[in-house]
């Protein structure tokens, strides 16, 4: 916390903005700290808009391998010209992502760099399944956290050894995995394609089997607990003596001692009317959900090779993965969703699926910063507020722990491990 501000108070009045998952789990941390809380959002919790809706629902702890890791950079040409392949870079948006983008690619460029990143990223999921564990029970759905493991597969231990750093940033971590060689891979996923003969079996991963479902269950739970909720966009704050007021919404202002900006992509907008860089780009991603299917996997499936997740839900049997960068507000490209349903296809031959008129496409935006890792903390310009988004693929598994470092900032204690997440370091980069 900036050294000239000083702790709110027992009962301070604290405004949190965005319903997605982070942002509700950070109301149920301040008010079990005490403070008075409204949560400000355009969309419903659990609202299918929200980029928490749609992810795959993945609770694992071997998520500290970055995206950007060594040699990515000979591998850009690539997705510019391959329109078919897992992370689609639209030209048009060249422009605009230009500086980003090289800066995506240069901080994993070195195994010194990824391992910094892996570092920093292994609190917020090592013990993320227990959190979310205490978080669904709490909320009366422990039904929707599931510890069943997940699944890597390859098409053989040669391509399971081909991504030798990577497991070893995870093993670097304190990641368990067993290997399983075809006929227990087999026995733990009947059904998968051939094509795959190798595994790593992650036990302590879990999944959320409704990620829309579990956040509109947290939102009841904040309610219960004395949040209030308030729907609108935000067109402002009020600042007086450098320190947040109130925020302004609607022709209406929230009166508040602090504001926690915890709103995805939209923190972007919200940090440059206060004068910070917050550095966002949207990673789109997209899912296909398959209905009322009798022979899904019993377990997450992730296929190395075609780069997207199996997850089973409870609304039925979700593909999701791709990351597609394009201009802000293009139109959703459909042909993504379709190739992971064809994907689909290839990894479970044996499952009976429809055309594409027959499943459910979604597509969100991912909010990804430049050092893949998260803004949390206190705003470089103005006392009071503070940032939590920027988690990337990893809001939904990233959040509790979130919550955590942001109620103690909130509380005026100092959070030196917190220190890789700074909103300051980006003070010099403008998009």
Same mark, same amino acid.
């Given at each position: 916390?900036?050294?000239?501000? $000083?702790?709110?108070?027992?009962?301070?009045?604290?405004?949190?903005?965005?319903?997605?998952?982070?942002?509700?789990?950070?109301?149920?941390?301040?008010?079990?700290?005490?403070?008075?809380?409204?949560?400000?959002?355009?969309?419903?919790?659990?609202?299918?808009?929200?980029?928490?809706?749609?992810?795959?629902?993945?609770?694992?702890?071997?998520?500290?391998?970055?995206?950007?890791?060594?040699?990515?950079?000979?591998?850009?040409?690539?997705?510019?010209?391959?329109?078919?392949?897992?992370?689609?870079?639209?030209?048009?948006?060249?422009?605009?992502?230009?500086?980003?983008?090289?800066?995506?690619?240069?901080?994993?460029?070195?195994?010194?760099?990824?391992?910094?990143?892996?570092?920093?990223?292994?609190?917020?999921?090592?013990?993320?399944?227990?959190?979310?564990?205490?978080?669904?029970?709490?909320?009366?759905?422990?039904?929707?956290?599931?510890?069943?493991?997940?699944?890597?597969?390859?098409?053989?231990?040669?391509?399971?050894?081909?991504?030798?750093?990577?497991?070893?940033?995870?093993?670097?971590?304190?990641?368990?995995?067993?290997?399983?060689?075809?006929?227990?891979?087999? &026995?733990?996923?009947?059904?998968?394609?051939?094509?795959?003969?190798?595994?790593?079996?992650?036990?302590?991963?879990?999944?959320?089997?409704?990620?829309?479902?579990?956040?509109?269950?947290?939102?009841?739970?904040?309610?219960?607990?004395?949040?209030?909720?308030?729907?609108?966009?935000?067109?402002?704050?009020?600042?007086?003596?450098?320190?947040?007021?109130?925020?302004?919404?609607?022709?209406?202002?929230?009166?508040?001692?602090?504001?926690?900006?915890?709103?995805?992509?939209? &923190?972007? &907008?919200?940090?440059?009317?206060?004068?910070?860089?917050?550095?966002?780009?949207?990673?789109?991603?997209?899912?296909?959900?398959?209905?009322?299917? &009798?022979?899904?996997?019993?377990?997450?499936?992730?296929?190395? +090779?075609?780069?997207?997740?199996?997850?089973?839900?409870?609304?039925?049997?979700?593909?999701?993965?791709?990351?597609?960068?394009?201009?802000?507000?293009?139109?959703?490209?459909?042909?993504?969703?379709?190739?992971?349903?064809?994907?689909?296809?290839?990894?479970?031959?044996? %499952?009976?699926?429809?055309?594409?008129?027959?499943?459910?496409?979604?597509?969100?935006?991912?909010?990804?910063?430049? +050092?893949?890792?998260? %803004?949390?903390?206190?705003?470089?310009?103005?006392?009071?507020?503070?940032?939590?988004?920027?988690?990337?693929?990893?809001?939904?598994?990233?959040?509790?722990?979130?919550?955590?470092?942001?109620?103690?900032?909130?509380?005026?204690? $100092?959070?030196?491990?917190?220190?890789?997440?700074?909103?300051?370091?980006?003070?010099?980069?403008?998009?």
């Amino acid at each position: 916390m900036d050294a000239t501000s $000083s702790p709110p108070a027992q009962g301070a009045r604290t405004v949190v903005i965005g319903a997605g998952v982070v942002g509700v789990t950070i109301a149920l941390r301040l008010r079990r700290l005490g403070h008075d809380v409204t949560l400000l959002s355009s969309d419903a919790p659990g609202s299918d808009n929200a980029t928490s809706y749609g992810n795959a629902g993945w609770l694992s702890p071997g998520s500290v391998v970055p995206i950007s890791m060594p040699g990515m950079w000979k591998k850009v040409p690539g997705y510019l010209l391959d329109a078919h392949g897992p992370l689609r870079l639209r030209p048009s948006s060249l422009p605009h992502i230009w500086l980003w983008l090289l800066r995506f690619v240069a901080c994993g460029a070195t195994r010194a760099r990824a391992r910094a990143i892996a570092s920093a990223l292994r609190p917020f999921l090592a013990d993320a399944a227990d959190r979310h564990a205490a978080l669904a029970a709490e909320a009366g759905v422990p039904e929707l956290i599931q510890r069943r493991g997940l699944l890597i597969v390859y098409p053989d231990k040669a391509a399971y050894e081909a991504d030798a750093f990577g497991w070893q940033l995870r093993r670097e971590n304190g990641v368990r995995w067993n290997m399983l060689d075809r006929a227990a891979l087999e &026995a733990a996923c009947p059904g998968l394609s051939p094509r795959y003969g190798f595994a790593a079996q992650l036990p302590d991963g879990a999944h959320c089997a409704d990620p829309g479902g579990y956040v509109a269950a947290l939102a009841t739970l904040a309610r219960a607990q004395g949040a209030r909720f308030a729907d609108g966009h935000v067109d402002g704050f009020v600042i007086e003596g450098g320190q947040v007021r109130g925020v302004r919404m609607a022709g209406q202002v929230v009166a508040c001692d602090s504001v926690i900006v915890a709103a995805g992509m939209g &923190a972007r &907008a919200l940090g440059g009317m206060l004068g910070d860089s917050v550095p966002l780009v949207s990673e789109r991603g997209y899912h296909v959900q398959v209905p009322d299917l &009798a022979d899904e996997p019993p377990v997450p499936v992730m296929m190395s +090779d075609l780069k997207f997740g199996i997850t089973p839900m409870k609304g039925g049997m979700r593909a999701a993965g791709q990351v597609e960068f394009a201009p802000e507000g293009a139109a959703p490209d459909w042909r993504r969703a379709r190739i992971l349903l064809d994907c689909l296809r290839e990894g479970l031959p044996l %499952v009976k699926i429809g055309g594409f008129s027959t499943v459910r496409h979604w597509m969100g935006n991912r909010p990804s910063t430049p +050092d893949c890792l998260p %803004v949390i903390g206190p705003s470089p310009s103005t006392r009071g507020v503070f940032y939590a988004t920027g988690h990337g693929h990893l809001g939904l598994v990233s959040a509790p722990w979130t919550a955590e470092l942001i109620g103690r900032m909130v509380g005026g204690d $100092s959070v030196p491990e917190a220190a890789p997440y700074d909103p300051a370091r980006f003070l010099r980069f403008r998009l």
